[in-house]
């Protein structure tokens, strides 16, 4: 079996945790999740696996035995800024991080599962030459409704609206690159996510070993998705067998109980538009973006004219709506200590 290391990149809810759990399960693989979340640390001790992500027991296992010295590499700035880097982009910093990882595994072969690294697939490329590269995508309204399932109805569609997902913080810390993020014309959520969706799906066909799509190659046909990784060297036949087990079937459908199809095939018709005045449907992860930006100069310059001064003032409001559920999560954990307390005392 090889050991160049395996990276594992997607957005957010596009079915890259299940193929990290397809590599956790198998033998002679050390699977590392999220390495560039900024809470990592905090999520190791603290985090336990999502309902939606079946068959997950633990996210952390690859760390646990190496937890001390993770401290000393990794940062919350490689999940929080440089959301995108370029080919000749230098983070000395990252590179030891992820090395760090790679070189744990000892015997086995590394792979690392990624959601922050889609806009950086060209550096991380050079950085890693040896590495292969499995990008998963899935389609973009199930994506959408798969994002904001935990919002209350009322906001599901604020383009204000920080979800678990990070889309309004990536929208703020790319703005100073793709300036239509922050645009005026972002007037739901569904354009950040589509933008940083169609966008992701360019650089990470560009720069892949192998793109499955989760919906017809994981959900539609499993064995499908299975052999390309087969044929990719990605998997021994056996391993791609046995993990058929882990795919289940979930609702495929789920964005028509949000809005009908005329929404969304309009926004998306909005977005494209942009994309294409600006170059990036032809060239985003094929040229530099400074090359992309001279080329059609007249359309970025009237992008960057475009950038909203309110959106920093969404991001402030959102920051408060997270301190208020932490300030409901602390209340709840006090009233339960206080209870174990008075139980306690009681029984005493």
Sequence with gaps: MSTSPIFITGRFRSGSTLLWNIYDHAQDYRAFYEPCHDNLLAHIRYTKPMASHRGVTTYWGAYRPILETLEQVHSPAFGLTRLLLERDDQWPELVRHLRFLIDAAGKDRAVLQFNRVDFRLPWLRRAFSEARIVHIWRDCRETFASSVRHLPPERIDDPGEDDMYDQLHWSVSLSPHLPFLAGRSVTTSYHRIYYLWKLSLLMGRQWSDVSISFDDDILGDPWRGMKALVEAGLLEERE??????????????????????SWFASIEAECEATLDRLGLNEWFGRKPLREIRAQFAPAWRASDAE??????????LSLSRHRSEVTRLLYIVRALEADKANVEREYA
């Design 240 to 261: 791609a067998a046995a993990a058929l087990i882990l795919i289940e079937p979930i609702d495929r459908l789920s964005w028509r109980v949000l809005h009908d199809e």
């Design 307 to 316: 950038v909203s001064p309110d959106i920093l003032d969404q991001v402030l």
